[in-house]
């Protein structure tokens, strides 16, 4: 996500590296890297002059062009104008006093409104919300069966509304189905098109008007660039839109489209979708999408992603190897295990900051099957090797390689890059990665123990 972007800043920030202050000189060179940037990213052209324009001005203020460091100072005021065009603020979803709260989804054909429906609801449910499904797409084929099936994947309740066929109709009767059996949120997957015309909104005009909908979110398909502006920008000027869902941001998209819908239409982006899978959904915070554009990572996204998916009691056992000198190859397997189970591994190294020990690990890009070699050549090892990996002498990795369907070569390189990862844990476990541990040995401590009376 935005790579090619990240990378074009940071190399057009670099030049100003070493200078004794800003020029206007310097910085008209330096914005024009960034201009032609953002526009070969598809950022909307708007979006790109306002952007430039308020750099530039801030840049020259007198006490910025005096600082010792340039170059910084520049990306500072880059990520607050960035932090301003995306919205500032993360924008939760609203919720009505009367149950249920419907959620009406709407968007071009294509754009991924069914599986975001699903993801939606399955991120509802985590929060303990009980949500219900309804399709009102009556005219593609299978359309309600397909919804259908993401509901019972995800483990939600979906509407069949069997023997309706009018759109209306079905969105009425699901909200009265969802409030006699309890569900706290409606989510209406409204049918799309391939192009936005004027049955297409006259329904989905009606829909808003009969369910009065606490959201209307509008999903759109990063993919396609400055064409889901202009989509998102009719859709709210028909219907008044109350904010986005950003699909396919772990594909090939060039990032514009996150970059300038805020900015054109007013309303925020409140999610976006990174992956295929029903939790590869995430809630839309500006201020880390821009560290993440500037290279600065986003380790709160990490740590959060951490905490959902790693066992707590594991983490410690492993911060107590780190300190006693006990961290095997059989613990560096099931580490790389649980960095599997986070989610698309380039998609983790993508939120480290391209700083200190995390820059080349942010850059390479490492393929799942390359996990799935180095627990095969662990797994062929004897539970003694795996225990002592000093003793792996040249006719054991002979015997391992073997047993792996691999090369010596192979193991050799597993070898080393379980010594090296074994003295990068050691040493962060001493720091602040330590602290964070200790407290939560703390905090599971203190959740075994007997209350006190």
């Not at 330096?30 to 750099?55: F, G, W």
């Not at 924008?91 to 009406?104: A, D, H, I, Q, R």
């Not at 369910?211 to 064409?227: F, H, K, Y």
């Not at 740590?303 to 190859?329: G, V």
Request: contains cysteine; hydrophobic residues 40%; charged residues 30%.
């Amino acid at each position: 996500m935005f790579d090619s972007l990240q990378d074009k800043i940071q190399q057009a920030v670099k030049g100003l590296r070493g200078q004794a202050k800003l020029t206007p000189e310097s910085v008209d060179e330096t914005l024009s890297e960034i201009r032609l940037a953002l526009l070969e990213a598809d950022v909307n052209l708007e979006v790109v002059k306002r952007l430039l324009e308020q750099v530039r001005v801030k840049a020259l203020d007198e006490e910025i062009r005096g600082s010792l460091t340039p170059d910084q100072e520049v990306v500072r005021i880059v990520r607050d104008e960035l932090i301003e065009i995306l919205g500032q603020d993360v924008s939760s979803l609203s919720f009505s006093k009367e149950y249920p709260t419907v959620f009406l989804m709407v968007g071009l054909q294509g754009s991924g409104k069914t599986t975001t429906s699903g993801k939606l609801a399955r991120w509802l449910s985590q929060r303990k919300r009980r949500p219900m499904l309804v399709s009102t797409d009556v005219y593609r084929p299978a359309a309600r069966e397909q919804l259908a099936i993401v509901a019972r994947e995800i483990g939600v309740a979906c509407f069949a509304g069997e023997g309706l066929s009018s759109p209306i109709e079905l969105a009425l009767a699901a909200r009265k189905d969802a409030a006699d059996r309890g569900h706290d949120v409606l989510i209406v997957d409204t049918a799309g098109r391939l192009h936005i015309d004027e049955e297409l909104m006259n329904e989905v005009s009606e829909l808003r008007s009969k369910l009065r909908p606490s959201e209307v979110l509008l999903v759109a398909d990063s993919m396609i660039g400055q064409d889901a502006v202009r989509s998102a920008q009719e859709f709210h000027e028909r219907l008044g839109i109350t904010g986005v869902i950003l699909t396919k941001l772990d594909g090939d998209a060039r990032g514009g489209a996150a970059l300038s819908i805020h900015y054109v239409t007013g309303q925020p982006i409140k999610f976006i979708g990174v992956g295929e899978k029903y939790d590869a959904l995430e809630v839309f915070y500006p201020d880390r999408i821009v560290s993440r554009i500037l290279g600065m990572g986003d380790l709160l996204s990490l740590i959060e992603k951490a905490e959902q998916a790693i066992d707590r009691n594991k983490a410690l056992e492993m911060h107590r190897k780190l300190q006693t000198d006990t961290f095997t190859l059989a613990d560096f397997r099931d580490q790389l295990r649980q960095m599997r189970s986070l989610g698309p591994l380039e998609q983790m190294m993508g939120m480290l900051p391209k700083v200190g020990i995390f820059k080349d690990a942010a850059r390479s890009r490492v393929e799942e099957k390359e996990l799935v070699r180095i627990e095969a050549i662990i797994n062929s090892m004897t539970a003694q090797e795996r225990r002592r990996h000093e003793m792996i002498n040249g006719k054991r990795r002979k015997r391992i390689a073997r047993g792996s369907g691999t090369s010596v070569q192979q193991v050799n390189q597993v070898l080393r890059q379980y010594v090296q990862m074994r003295k990068m844990m050691k040493s962060m476990s001493i720091g602040m990665l330590g602290r964070q541990l200790s407290r939560l040995g703390a905090a599971v401590g203190s959740e075994n123990s007997p209350a006190v009376k």
